[in-house]
């Protein structure tokens, strides 16, 4: 069965400083991936998303992703957060077949500190 | 366009009754999903309707039941509400329904059970 796994729970960086944020996943075939973000109060908006091609995805508000089969990663980095980066990030799996259904992880909270 | 629409944004109920909540997709888009989020479960998928038909459900009893109409817009109903189902309930709109499309997300409607 599919599933996804964010091993942070929760995460402090000083703004400015870089960001990576885990996933794990597992699926038998080549996974559709994605990273959702969602702040306080809101629904979730999509940051970046990979099917197959280029292992680096460039997303939105700087993002980017890195898939790595071998290590069945596809962690969510940016180079320099800034403070409205706070929020909290999922990662998510989409399932084979013709059905939109994703399976989260958890979720990782990030906080910036000044 | 406009986004994903779901009303009501709050809601507070009693245990035992029931509730009924309503999603908008973006004009165009066909498929409709709903996911359950929690503290403790995180994001949980509940069911996808594609033109009008179930097309996948998650495992929730069968307290919880929904429907598309003709113009994509969905509902979902909770009967006999449980403490347990307090939660944000969020909807997602995506256009075809495949899994490589980008499901967009509504605010969600908070339930509060009493």
């Known amino acids: 069965a599919q599933s996804v796994t964010q091993p942070d729970i929760h995460i402090t960086v000083s703004e400015g400083a870089s960001l990576e944020l885990r996933c794990n996943y597992s699926?038998?075939?080549?996974?559709?991936l994605f990273w959702y973000v969602q702040s306080p109060g809101q629904g979730l908006q999509l940051l970046l998303k990979?099917?197959?091609?280029?292992?680096l995805v460039q997303g939105i508000k700087g993002f980017e992703a890195e898939f790595k089969r071998s290590q069945s990663s596809f962690n969510l980095r940016k180079p320099s957060v800034h403070w409205s980066d706070a929020a909290e990030y999922f990662c998510a799996v989409g399932t084979s077949g013709n059905t939109g259904k994703l399976i989260f992880g958890q979720g990782t909270t990030l906080q910036v500190k000044p | 366009k406009a986004g994903v629409t779901q009303t009501p944004r709050y809601l507070i109920k009693t245990r035992g009754q029931q509730v009924t909540l309503s999603c908008s997709p973006i004009?165009?888009?066909?498929?409709v999903s709903w996911y359950q989020q929690t503290p403790g479960q995180g994001l949980q998928f509940l069911f996808e309707y594609f033109s009008e038909t179930q097309r996948n459900k998650g495992n929730f009893p069968g307290r919880f039941s929904g429907r598309q109409f003709s113009n994509s817009r969905s509902e979902m109903n909770v009967s006999t509400l449980e403490l347990g189902d307090s939660a944000l309930y969020l909807c997602?709109?995506?256009?075809?329904?495949?899994?490589?499309?980008?499901?967009?997300f509504g605010p969600g409607t908070r339930l509060t059970v009493l």
């Open positions: 997602a709109s995506g256009e075809g329904g495949a899994s490589t499309d980008t499901q967009y």
């Open positions: 699926y038998g075939a080549t996974p559709y």
């Open positions: 990979y099917f197959s091609g280029d292992t």
């Open positions: 004009s165009g888009h066909r498929s």
